[in-house]
Structures are given as structure tokens and as C-alpha cells.
């Protein structure tokens, strides 16, 4: 008992101060998001300016834990938000919570949990351009070249045809730009954080390179991740999302940061299996969000024609054959 409660303290002092305050303000970030969902549920307008500025914190709050903390730290506990989204549902507005959304809520909380305890420490950074030489290496250059050249195809090839019946599309777009931009977050973020402690990243023009990218990545996911929404089901975008964006943005940050290099197989296959419990829970509390516990409410999708009939019958795409006259 003794030696496994000396290897548990000792796997505690492990996780350092910058992924603790990581870890704190991911948490805070959350917690806002997801409040801010049930507020402006409310419909008032003065709970809706609530919502808005519970959003501005949220984001602000994630902005700066990127600062701190490892991408495949911060970037799974969105998750957090789902959870805290749903319970308070449940308790202010008095929706039903499925036995199985309950189960959903269990396994995200399990799996962030894994992951946090074997996160692996932040990088020591001592300028932005340490981050810049990171980005300018041949290993992420060669990713951020597949993901912009994946981008262009699929915006001016493959949008135009199936972006209103292949859910696919406009998802993988803004996952694939959400990637990029999560990494000039986190070099923005870890400037201003020298900054602040007296050593000038202003100066640079790495700093203000990094942060016309982040501007520029953040207005196109929105811009997609917006007609995702106005298109399919918020149900079916919500998951999707979440695991194309998180998968994309840990390899991306495994290949800019070298994450995995500090550490062993065993504390990296424990974060993939944690990773993989975050994305079933999320996948079940999504599915039985309307289920009460009779049953399944009905719930009107996106699209519905004159007669009722919906065309996103197939989870991943819209029925073509239903909107043929």
C-alpha cells in the first residue's frame, strides 16, 4: 500500500504548475460554455447578454489555457462543457436526462480524468521564436501543406456539390482550419504570456505573423462551422465536430510540439484510450440527449419538407432521394 500510494504522490508532483493552471482555466472555460447554452435556452433578452458574455469569457478562458498547458490537455475537456451543459438542463430547466445520458456524462468525466493524469508537461519556451522555428520545421510544414491543399480541394471542389447533403464537408473544413488556428492560439498565447511576465514578444514580427493566422483560421471555421450548423442538425455537427477537431488538433500538436516525445508508450496509449472514452460518451449523451425515460422524443431536424419528411435520415448526409420532386 505504501509503495502504490508513494507512486500515486509521486505521479502528482509529476504534473507541473503551467498544466494545473491549464488545467484550471480549460475547466473555467468549460464551465462557462456550457452555462452559457442553458442562459440563453432562456430566451430573455437579458439572459441572452449573459449567455454572450459567459461565451466571451469561456473563449478568453480557453485562449489563455493553450498558454500553459499541452493541446492534448486543453483540447479534449471541451468535452466538459457537454456535460455541464446537461446537467444543468436538467436541474434549471427541467429537461429529462436519459439513464444513458447519465452514463454518457460518466464516461466523458472518466476519460477527461485519464487524460489529465497523464498529460504530458508543457514545453519549456522561452521566446516566440523557439515557437516559430517549431512551426517552420519540415514535419509540420508538411502537415499544414496537406491540411491547406485538403482545404482547397474540398472548398472548391467538393462543397459546392455536397456541402447541403454531406455533413463530411463543411465539418472537415473547419476541423482541418481549427487545427491550425489551435496552434497560433497557443504560440499567441505563449507571447503575450512572456510578455506579461516582463520579457517583450511584441517586438518580433514572428508574434504578429502568428497572430494574422490565428485571424484568419478562426473567421473561416466559424464561417463553416456556422453553415454546418444552419444546415444539419446541431446533434449530429456537435460530436462529429468535436472528434474531427480534437483528433486533428492532438496531431497537430504532436508534430509541432513533439508531445509524445516526452513520454512512454504506456502514459501515450492511456491518453488515446482516454481520448476514446471522451468520444463515446460524447457520442451517447448527444444521441440520448431527447430520450426521456419512456422513450425518444421526437425532435424537428434541419431539414423537413412540406410533408414532414426529413431528408437527415442518414446520420453523415441528407436523403437526396427525398428532395427530388
Not at 195 to 203: E, K, V
Amino acid at each position: 500500500m505504501a509503495l502504490g500510494g508513494s507512486w500515486v504522490a509521486a505521479d502528482y508532483r509529476g504534473m507541473s504548475a503551467d498544466n494545473v493552471k491549464g488545467l484550471v482555466l480549460a475547466l473555467s472555460s468549460s464551465a462557462f460554455i456550457g452555462a452559457s447554452f442553458i442562459i440563453k435556452k432562456k430566451g430573455l433578452k437579458k439572459a441572452g447578454a449573459s449567455g454572450v458574455r459567459a461565451v466571451i469569457v469561456g473563449e478568453v478562458a480557453n485562449f489563455a489555457a493553450y498558454a500553459f498547458a499541452p493541446a492534448i490537455l486543453v483540447t479534449p475537456l471541451g468535452a466538459v462543457s457537454i456535460i455541464i451543459s446537461a446537467a444543468l438542463a436538467h436541474i434549471i430547466l427541467r429537461e429529462s436526462l436519459h439513464i444513458f445520458g447519465v452514463l454518457g456524462c460518466v464516461l466523458c468525466v472518466v476519460g477527461s480524468t485519464t487524460i489529465v493524469l497523464h498529460a504530458p508537461q508543457e514545453r519549456e519556451i522561452d521566446s516566440v521564436k523557439e515557437v516559430w522555428d517549431l512551426a517552420t520545421e519540415p514535419a509540420f510544414l508538411c502537415y499544414a501543406t496537406i491540411v491547406i491543399a485538403a482545404i482547397l480541394v474540398l472548398t472548391f471542389f467538393y462543397i459546392p456539390q455536397y456541402g447541403q447533403t454531406h455533413i463530411m464537408f463543411y465539418v472537415g473544413v473547419c476541423s482541418l482550419v481549427g487545427s491550425l488556428s489551435v496552434m497560433g492560439v497557443k504560440a499567441l498565447g505563449i507571447a503575450l504570456k512572456l510578455t506579461f511576465s516582463g520579457i517583450n514578444q511584441l517586438i518580433y514580427p514572428q508574434t504578429w505573423a502568428f497572430t494574422i493566422a490565428v485571424l484568419i483560421c478562426v473567421v473561416t471555421q466559424m464561417n463553416y462551422l456556422n453553415k454546418a450548423l444552419d444546415t444539419f442538425n446541431t446533434a449530429v455537427v456537435s460530436p462529429v465536430y468535436y472528434v474531427m477537431f480534437t483528433s486533428l488538433t492532438i496531431l497537430a500538436s504532436v508534430i509541432m510540439f513533439k508531445d509524445w516525445d516526452r513520454q512512454d508508450p504506456t502514459q501515450i496509449v492511456t491518453e488515446l484510450c482516454g481520448f476514446v472514452i471522451i468520444i463515446s460518451g460524447t457520442f451517447l449523451l448527444h444521441k440520448t440527449k431527447d430520450m426521456a425515460d419512456g422513450g425518444l422524443a421526437l425532435r424537428l431536424p434541419k431539414h423537413a419538407d412540406e410533408n414532414g419528411f426529413t431528408y437527415e435520415g442518414i446520420p453523415l448526409k441528407c436523403q437526396e432521394s427525398s428532395m427530388s420532386p
